[in-house]
């Protein structure tokens, strides 16, 4: 097949949808397809498989984005209608990740031309009303940015790509008609594999800088939605906070109030931001995994944890899909309530045989969500969506 992905931002280590499409774009050629994007480029690299448009200043909220990594692409103009229709009339089936004006005017002229396009539902709108004067906790905020999305895209295509159950129940409460599909975005081989060597006795030995301490690590763009903050605010409440070193792999907007706050612990926290392999090796010398999100389409930097060994602690919270990776009350903690988090981190840290016992538990819970089960379905998706299309013409 010619795939064509439509997002706005696909440059972007720091962002969960972009690594997705990165990710599935680079499966998807080693089974013989060819994939392209559609993208406003701000790579310094030419690449032949990128269809480049201009990038789109929003007045007032370009720092904001500017700090999320995020950009929008622009949609007017004759460069870039030019290069939207070149880049669909290539594709066979045309896959839009994002509810925003570019996905919006490919799909359109695909409605145009006749070409087959399916979109995927990775954002959640409390990833963006969390960031606006908490509107994350306005339900009907909520709902009308789903509305918005409907509008955009979702009630124009008949199949769309969902990263969990959670997410798809939630688009469907609030009134999908297409067909979901939800499936994960998919953890790769290498994590699977460090945590089939740790299982086995041959975890990388601490560095000297963690030796005596309990190393507690959390993935994630350093933002209010994500948690961090109600990380450190648990230390404390923790028996071992003396002990407990924090490690937090991601940047963002809010890394230096979180530093700020670090200061206070008796052991300062960490921020890195760490390549695949600086990761994986990370995951190798942890004692737990620690997920506080309040909402979360998936949580990929979740599963591959578990992937390589550790056994999570996860925020129950009605807006996150994490919790499908608990596989018991024990890895889960109240939303948003740091005692209850510390408790939980004390458990396990309480009963080390029975976490021994419960990383091998964990560790092979992830297998189902490999990346290659992945592309599998996607490509299934994409062949019932041409299908489809063809019998409705």
């Excluded at 499966?27 to 448009?53: C, M, P, Q, W």
């Excluded at 870039?80 to 002229?109: G, M, N, S």
């Excluded at 000297?208 to 450190?232: A, D, N």
């Excluded at 004692?287 to 578990?306: G, R």
Aim: aromatic share 12%; hydrophobic share 40%.
């Amino acid at each position: 097949m010619k795939i064509l992905f439509v997002i706005d931002t696909y440059y972007t280590n720091n962002n969960g949808t972009s690594i997705s499409a990165q990710r599935y774009a680079s499966e998807l050629r080693k089974r013989g397809h060819e994939v392209r994007i559609l993208t406003a480029n701000h790579s310094a690299e030419a690449d032949e498989n990128i269809y480049s448009v201009h990038f789109l200043r929003i007045p007032i909220f370009q720092p904001l984005l500017n700090k999320h990594n995020f950009y929008f692409a622009q949609f007017r103009g004759r460069y870039t209608t030019h290069t939207i229709h070149a880049a669909v009339d290539w594709a066979d089936v045309v896959h839009c990740f994002l509810p925003f004006a570019l996905e919006k005017r490919a799909q359109r002229y695909c409605e145009k031309i006749g070409k087959t396009c399916t979109a995927a539902a990775h954002l959640q709108p409390e990833s963006i009303t969390a960031n606006i004067f908490g509107l994350h906790k306005v339900g009907w905020i909520t709902h009308l940015f789903y509305l918005w999305f409907r509008k955009i895209i979702y009630d124009r295509v008949q199949h769309v790509h969902c990263p969990s159950q959670f997410m798809a129940n939630e688009v469907k409460s609030h009134g999908f008609k297409a067909k979901l599909h939800p499936i994960s975005n998919g953890i790769q081989e290498p994590f699977i594999e460090a945590g089939k060597r740790n299982i086995a006795g041959h975890r990388t030995e601490k560095y000297e800088e963690y030796k005596g301490k309990f190393l507690l690590l959390m993935v994630g763009r350093l933002t209010r939605e994500k948690g961090q903050e109600l990380i450190m605010r648990a230390v404390p409440y923790s028996k071992y906070a003396d002990r407990i070193q924090l490690v937090f792999a991601g940047h963002g907007p809010m890394q230096t109030r979180y530093e700020k706050v670090g200061e206070t612990l008796p052991i300062k926290p960490k921020f890195l931001y760490l390549k695949r392999d600086e990761l994986i090796d990370l995951f190798s010398q942890a004692d737990l995994y620690v997920h506080a999100a309040d909402m979360e389409s998936e949580a990929i930097s979740c599963i591959e944890a578990i992937a390589t060994g550790l056994v999570p602690v996860i925020a129950n919270s009605s807006h996150s899909a994490t919790t499908q990776f608990a596989l018991d009350e024990r890895s889960l903690f109240k939303a948003g309530d740091a005692q209850d988090l510390a408790r939980a981190i004390d458990y396990w840290l309480d009963n080390t045989e029975e976490r021994l016992r419960m990383e091998k538990v964990y560790q092979e819970s992830a297998l189902k969500y490999s990346i290659d089960n992945s592309i599998t379905q996607f490509e299934s998706m994409l062949f019932e969506a041409i299908k489809d299309h063809e019998q409705s013409k």
